[in-house]
């Protein structure tokens, strides 16, 4: 199964210790990087005239860029079909690119969800972050649901801090104000992905993160409990 080669001798590991638990890091995935994402990939997603808002969202800098600086016309609430030259030249001046859901547009993606999926017994979304050098994207915040991080290309520094919300739901997050303080904490682990590892951050687990001198190109499945 994928997730044995993913992770390969480490699995009695990872959910004797790691699942549902703490945060797992794998220094190489069994999965050649070119099986699971291309630059090729990359490029046909956001060159589909039909690409509309959610499947496409944009961050920078702890805060989401507002719809309508991307869309392709600035009052289309209907449709809200997305300019990817605008797209681009948010991401040139600092922005990740988010395509949300992406297996349901990329084929590698789609097969590797499926087999996620056949593993864990419930549903798995695949989502791509594209993030240009020296950048910063969400601020703090943690997730309702357990992710792996699969680094494809480039380099990104996560920090990680408490975990304050073992098995958080949908309706909770972080307030503004808590989010701003963990700025003002050192973090309990910082880690560099470089290309080829692995990172399983379960839910709840408070994380942000930022490139330094290199792009970075990240495939995140969520586990959706």
């Known amino acids: 199964k994928l997730l044995s080669r993913l992770i390969g001798s480490k699995a009695d590991v990872f959910f004797e210790e790691h699942w549902e638990r703490n945060f797992f890091i794998l220094e190489e995935f069994g999965v050649e990087c070119s099986d699971i994402l291309t630059i090729a990939d990359v490029d046909s997603f956001l060159s589909q005239q039909a690409m509309s808002y959610p499947f496409i969202r944009i961050v920078k800098n702890g805060k989401e860029i507002p719809l309508v600086k991307y869309l392709r016309m600035p009052f289309d609430a209907e449709f809200r079909l997305i300019d990817s030259d605008k797209v681009l030249s948010l991401y040139s001046d600092g922005a990740t690119i988010i395509f949300q859901k992406a297996h349901l547009w990329i084929e590698r ?93 379960p839910r709840g687990l408070v994380h942000d993160t930022f490139t330094l001198s290199k792009q970075s190109v990240h495939v995140d499945r969520k586990s959706v409990v």
């Open 109 to 201: 993606l789609s097969l590797l969800a499926e087999n996620l999926q056949a593993s864990f017994q419930f549903p798995v979304n695949c989502n791509v972050y594209i993030t240009p050098p020296n950048s910063k994207g969400f601020a703090p915040h943690f997730d309702t649901h357990d992710v792996f991080i699969l680094q494809v290309s480039g380099e990104k520094v996560w920090n990680l801090y408490d975990r304050p919300t073992p098995f958080a739901l949908e309706t909770e997050s972080l307030t503004t104000q808590q989010s701003a303080a963990y700025l003002k904490e050192k973090p309990t682990v910082e880690l560099t992905l470089k290309e080829k590892n692995l990172l399983y951050v």
